[in-house]
């Protein structure tokens, strides 16, 4: 039989807590997250309206099946235009963020511009980048500029945050001692905290180059460019339901294929030019 833990604490001297003393700030989050599933779940089950889903699946083998590849220049033609916007986007977001970032640093800039800059990047980051592309293709048209300005726009929410937090993690004593002794803020930055952040800077930029690939293939939808417009046309089409087959199965090879090739890269930016292997 086994012994009270409670009893075993009392035998040993050690303090005993009652449960509502337990309850922090963490724990009492947690607690209403569950309850908040748990409700949620609940509701949702309730709201579930009956469906046909073998008719479901037996639809879709019938209209969607077998892939239509008869115009598969044009999928070529749209991915490599989808593969220029999410690059070009980055670029730009990463350059940007690399200057705005150091505003939002608690450990480099003052309060007032760290809220001011943290405000912006929040206002940024809320939109979705289909939202994004749908209020610049107002001002640009039907054109890839507005899918580069979207995802230039959602980017620069998510890399000035990243950025800020690795500045924020890293010490800056060293790029305080070169400005002491004559250094510019360029030099600084360059010599006393480039090479601490780095990796986590090639790395996140990285991931954002991934996921504006994926969201280019998306903001095509509201006529941002890239092969999200083919893939409008051919939903609009009656009988272009083979063709958006074949479109999504390009998709999914090009995902999984920078899936892959992300993965192999981030592992060498990781042993290859992490902080531990400068310091060696």
């Not at 947690?30 to 037996?58: C, H, P, W």
Request: charged letters at 15%; aromatic letters at 12%; proline letters at 4%.
């Amino acid at each position: 039989m086994s012994a009270n833990p409670k009893h075993i604490r009392e035998s040993q001297g050690l303090p005993t807590r009652k449960w509502y003393e337990r309850l922090n700030f963490l724990n009492v989050l947690i607690i209403i997250f569950l309850f908040l599933t748990l409700y949620s779940g609940k509701n949702l089950v309730q709201e579930n309206r009956s469906a046909d889903v073998m008719a479901g699946i037996d639809y879709f083998l019938k209209k969607f099946f077998p892939p239509d590849f008869s115009n598969f220049h044009l999928i070529l033609e749209s991915l490599a235009e989808t593969f220029q916007i999410a690059i070009v986007s980055t670029f730009i977001a990463v350059i940007l963020s690399l200057i705005i970032s150091t505003a939002a640093s608690r450990n480099i800039s003052p309060a007032w511009l760290v809220q001011t800059t943290r405000m912006f990047l929040n206002v940024t980051r809320t939109l979705p980048s289909l939202i994004w592309a749908f209020l610049l293709v107002i001002f640009f048209g039907p054109t890839p500029i507005a899918g580069v300005l979207a995802l230039t726009f959602y980017s620069l929410g998510y890399l000035g945050k990243f950025f800020s937090e690795s500045f924020e993690s890293m010490d800056i004593k060293v790029a305080r001692g070169l400005k002491l002794i004559g250094a510019g803020p360029i030099q600084a930055f360059l010599y006393g905290l480039w090479p601490n952040v780095k990796a986590q800077v090639w790395s996140q930029s990285l991931w954002m180059l991934e996921y504006n690939i994926r969201s280019a293939s998306i903001i095509g939808l509201v006529g941002a460019g890239g092969i999200g417009m083919e893939l409008n046309k051919a939903m609009e089409m009656a009988s272009g339901f083979q063709r958006v087959t074949a479109i999504l199965i390009c998709i999914l090879f090009i995902v999984i294929t920078l899936d892959l090739l992300g993965q192999a890269i981030r592992r060498w930016i990781t042993q290859k030019i992490s902080p531990k292997s400068i310091s060696d």
